[in-house]
């Protein structure tokens, strides 16, 4: 009769640590889809300035990052609505703009009016709505400040905690990153967000490039979006670029070298993001099975001291 029970006691052990094993197995395998074949087959949405712009509408153009991007992924549905010369802040004459097509720093050239763009295509069903949406602006807003007087008026806790202006009113960067994103948020909740903030440029100081991208990374975090960063001279590195021009055709739109240096970057980063989320899977599952084996052992060990003791 022990014999038996001892036997029953042991097939609980090796169920146990079945489950665990399946678990581990089964994250192991959601790790490769996630980091190879995760945007393959999704709807991918790039806003921008120039350096997306330069990708084409569909993302063709070597010369922008969302090529060599889309190329390293797989993706196969792409749309591009990046224009050359916007900028995330706005000056006192933005107004919503959905038709106006310009390519230079204009009052309308803002990233408000692509992601107007976008909702209003979904809407009517000309794409697709997003999985994932890029936003990479920012290098206009430092290049041209003496357009945009306003850029750094307003805090990222002031713009969070103080009450909301209308879209005409917002001219700092801070603001309109925050109604720009909280716009996209509200039409398209089940997409990823993704924002990237300027490389840096010989037509800015890498102080205010920083300065820029700080400001969107502190909004990416109170907005729960991700953000990957730009701002290294790891990537493009602007007295290298006045001394002799490597990675970029003008010391701030890139070549086609530039443009893969910087896609397989961000490339890289987003595939760190997914390892993560699957990490944090993992150990919610290792934790699920541990406690399922500890309560499995707890039962055996019941119900043997019953029979042991009957």
């Known amino acids: 009769m022990s014999h038996k029970i001892y036997t029953s006691?042991?097939?609980?052990?090796?169920?146990?640590?079945?489950?665990?094993?399946?678990n581990l197995h089964g994250v192991n395998c959601e790790q490769t889809n996630s980091s190879t074949n995760s945007l393959a087959n999704k709807n991918v949405v790039f806003l921008g300035d120039s350096n997306l712009w330069t990708g084409g509408?569909?993302?063709s153009n070597p010369r922008s990052w969302s090529f060599w991007f889309c190329k390293e992924f797989s993706i196969k549905n792409s749309m591009n609505y990046a224009r050359s010369g916007a900028t995330w802040s706005h000056t006192k004459?933005?107004?919503?703009d959905i038709l106006l097509y310009e390519e230079k720093l204009s009052d309308n050239n803002v990233v408000l009016n692509q992601v107007l763009r976008l909702i209003k295509d979904t809407k009517e069903l000309r794409c697709s709505k997003p999985d994932y949406?890029?936003?990479m602006a920012g290098t206009n807003d430092a290049?041209?400040?003496n357009k945009r007087p306003q850029l750094f008026s307003e805090s990222v806790q002031d713009v969070f905690t103080l009450k909301n202006k209308k879209h005409q009113q917002?001219?700092?960067?801070?603001?309109?990153?925050?109604?720009?994103?909280?716009?996209?948020?509200?039409?398209?909740?089940?997409?990823?967000i993704i924002l990237i903030t300027p490389m840096f440029t010989t037509q800015a100081s890498t102080n205010l490039i920083s300065k820029v991208s700080d400001v969107i990374s502190a909004c990416g975090e109170y907005l729960n979006i991700n953000v990957i960063?730009?701002?290294?001279?790891?990537?493009?590195?602007?007295?290298?670029?006045?001394?002799?021009?490597?990675?970029?055709?003008?010391g701030t739109h890139t070549n086609p070298s530039g443009a893969e240096r910087v896609g397989d970057y961000i490339a890289k980063k987003l595939k760190s993001s997914f390892n993560k989320i699957v990490l944090n899977i993992f150990l919610y599952k290792l934790i699920y099975g541990i406690f399922g084996f500890i309560f499995l052992i707890r039962v055996y060990s019941i119900v043997y001291g019953l029979l042991f003791v009957c």
């Open 133 to 135: 949406i890029f936003v």
């Open 143 to 145: 290049w041209f400040q």
């Open 93 to 96: 004459n933005t107004k919503r």
């Open 229 to 250: 960063r730009l701002d290294t001279i790891n990537l493009i590195n602007p007295l290298q670029e006045k001394n002799k021009l490597t990675y970029t055709l003008d």
């Open 170 to 192: 917002a001219l700092s960067l801070a603001r309109t990153v925050k109604l720009d994103c909280e716009l996209l948020q509200k039409n398209f909740p089940k997409s990823r």
């Open 57 to 59: 509408k569909d993302n």
């Open 9 to 22: 006691f042991r097939i609980g052990i090796a169920f146990g640590l079945f489950i665990i094993v399946q």
